[in-house]
């Protein structure tokens, strides 16, 4: 990989964009952010809109002091930067406002909404020319992905941006990928399984400019010693509380095994829309003495949460690849999951957990019921399977290391019609 000091030239300004930032569950990327940064480039934060008051992580609430957010500036301070835009020029301003239409046209967001997203790329259009930045990386495909894209058609730097899943991948057309990707310089995503999602909805003289580059985490879980796995029967879920994270079904395993007998403490890390239905679950069923949910917790208290159980369980109904699994696997603590998008990628089974289809409540329990029944010396060495693998594949600063190139990367050969070279692979 190229060092900054390396290259005559180079964008030695960066931006990133995404539409909450900072925020609770997007910690994978504030370490993305400051590896860039501690690579030497200098990062301009910008965010669509605030949700500051659900931050409880000291490392989030400092982000927010350095990061710009669009929508504070209130709608008269938008509209007479987007005239002061048109007034600079109008040629492009009404390109943008084409472009934009046709994003909405058939979208699930429509047209007005994406007149909305052209307003908010004039603002950032402003933000970027003052600050000279050269690049603007977006997180997620949706609206963010598209502010930039507008911003780039008004005449503003180059863009990319990196898919997560699994939003992109249940309505691409809708989120007109094809065409963000086309308009991008290159496009990240974060498994071999979001990479294939992607080549179905672009021609396959795109498939060069999507890369793989994986979340990765820092020295502050992959340096962390292993410690022991505790006897007491504890298993943690840690994510939003939501449909797709499988809670539901969690807690009427944990029902189950309760009436056959079994004894299991489960905690469930996060907040979000399910968790009423969640708290109403648990007090018809009589389990508030085995499940407990603790709201969202800060970085270093999922770390306790995760020391304190014997194995992490997220029965995932859609992901992209969780970064708590990488976590959770970094502290020597093994996986029950799914059979889903990148998780069989990271976490092999028999080896550092286990995984289930998806929706099998009965291979769910036997998967408990096998965490329960181990002995801590198994689990250990599932855990310690777990911590190389991630050490090997989500080091954050191997990851950006390539993210930077592609920053630095002139141009992708588009011309031949061949299948690509694929770039990075799993060591």
């Not at 504030?30 to 965010?47: C, K, M, N, T, Y």
């Not at 605030?50 to 709608?75: F, H, M, Y």
């Not at 290391?401 to 690509?420: H, M, N, R």
Request: with cysteine.
């Amino acid at each position: 990989m190229r060092s900054v000091s390396s290259l005559d030239e180079s964008p030695v300004k960066v931006a990133y964009l995404v539409n909450q930032y900072p925020k609770v569950s997007h910690s994978f990327i504030r370490r993305e952010i400051a590896a860039v940064e501690a690579a030497g480039l200098e990062v301009q934060r910008f965010s669509i809109r605030s949700c500051a008051s659900e931050l409880v992580d000291p490392a989030d609430l400092e982000e927010l002091k350095k990061t710009r957010i669009i929508l504070n500036q209130g709608l008269w301070a938008i509209l007479i930067t987007s005239f002061q835009v048109f007034l600079s020029q109008p040629i492009r301003f009404f390109q943008a406002v084409q472009l934009a239409m046709q994003l909405g046209w058939k979208s699930d967001r429509g047209i007005l909404r994406h007149l909305i997203y052209f307003l908010e790329a004039c603002t950032l259009l402003q933000w970027l020319t003052q600050a000279k930045v050269d690049h603007v990386h977006a997180h997620f495909g949706s609206n963010s992905t598209a502010v930039a894209c507008l911003c780039h058609a008004l005449g503003g730097p180059p863009y990319s941006f990196t898919v997560h899943g699994p939003d992109e991948f249940d309505r691409p057309q809708a989120m007109k990928l094809a065409e963000k990707i086309n308009r991008a310089k290159f496009v990240a995503t974060i498994s071999f399984f979001s990479r294939s999602q992607l080549y179905r909805w672009c021609p396959v003289e795109q498939w060069p400019k999507i890369q793989v580059i994986r979340c990765g985490l820092d020295s502050d879980f992959l340096d962390q010693a292993l410690t022991p796995i505790p006897e007491r029967p504890h298993l943690v879920c840690v994510g939003r509380l939501c449909a797709a994270k499988g809670q539901l079904l969690l807690v009427e395993a944990v029902r189950q095994l309760v009436t056959e007998g079994a004894f299991l403490h489960l905690t469930l890390v996060g907040d979000g829309e399910l968790r009423p239905q969640l708290e109403a679950l648990i007090q018809q069923h009589g389990l508030q003495e085995f499940i407990k949910i603790t709201g969202w917790a800060s970085s270093a208290m999922v770390q306790e949460y995760l020391r304190s159980a014997r194995a992490l369980v997220l029965p995932s109904f859609a992901e992209g690849l969780p970064v708590v699994i990488m976590e959770a696997l970094a502290l020597g603590r093994p996986v029950i999951s799914t059979y889903i998008a990148g998780i069989p990628e990271l976490v092999e089974p028999g080896v550092c957990g286990w995984l289930i289809p998806a929706g099998s409540i009965t291979a769910l329990n036997r998967a408990i019921l096998r965490v329960l029944q181990s002995s801590e010396a198994e689990l250990e060495q599932f855990g310690s399977f777990g911590k190389q693998r991630v050490t090997d594949n989500h080091n954050i600063d191997q990851e950006v290391a390539k993210l930077i190139d592609l920053f630095f990367q002139k141009d992708f050969d588009l011309s031949s019609s061949t299948i690509p070279c694929l770039i990075y692979e799993y060591s």
